[in-house]
């Protein structure tokens, strides 16, 4: 028997100078099932830790003093991925001035600085309408990545991996188990 995790919406980055920015829509992309959320103060951060592995499906790109360099940044970002990379542009500055030539075409919506939680939750929904959604992936309940399964089974902590969206255990490790004096069979598929 296997479930299916809430729709994925795969990889954003998020490259914005301003700290109350980067944390406002850190937020709001966490609240919307994105499986990486990767956080830059400039195009140049974003650029060092933009390897060939990893693929952005949403980006909200700060457009401030260097245009041209932000313009730049969204053509790489759809030449890496592969695919339409929708962009949500911050505008960083009042009374900021653009040439018709200056805009990208991937930009989809805009943002002022400062971001607020309402208006990124309403770009966002605009943003995600336009792309097609990723691939969402089968999990078996019980069954634990080999990657986390050592630190998971190891802890001294009660831990247990609970779905999101039902609420629904997956697994849980020994010390849950001897400590709630259930048994793990019992334990997986029932609510927290």
Not at 7 to 36: K, N, P, T
Not at 67 to 90: D, M, T
Not at 138 to 153: I, K, L, N, T
Request: hydrophobic share 45%; glycine share 10%; charged share 20%.
């Amino acid at each position: 028997m296997s479930a299916t995790l809430p729709e994925s919406h795969g990889a954003a980055l998020i490259v914005a100078g301003d700290r109350g920015d980067r944390r406002v829509l850190f937020d709001v992309l966490d609240q919307h099932s994105f499986e990486e959320i990767y956080s830059a103060k400039d195009i140049a951060q974003a650029r060092e830790f933009l390897g060939p592995g990893i693929s952005i499906d949403l980006a909200v790109v700060e457009f401030g003093s260097n245009l041209r360099e932000a313009v730049a940044f969204c053509a790489e970002l759809q030449a890496q991925g592969g695919h339409a990379v929708p962009v949500i542009g911050i505008v960083a500055g009042r009374g900021r001035q653009w040439g018709a030539g200056d805009l990208p075409a991937c930009v989809v919506e805009w943002l002022a600085s400062p971001v607020r939680a309402g208006d990124v939750q309403a770009r966002l929904e605009v943003a995600l309408a336009q792309r097609p959604a990723v691939a969402q992936r089968p999990v078996v309940p019980g069954a634990a990545s080999e990657q986390y399964r050592f630190a998971f089974d190891g802890s001294l902590d009660e831990l247990a991996l609970v779905d999101p969206v039902s609420g629904r255990i997956l697994d849980v490790n020994d010390t849950f188990v001897r400590r709630s004096g259930y048994a793990r069979s019992r334990l997986i598929g029932s609510r927290m």
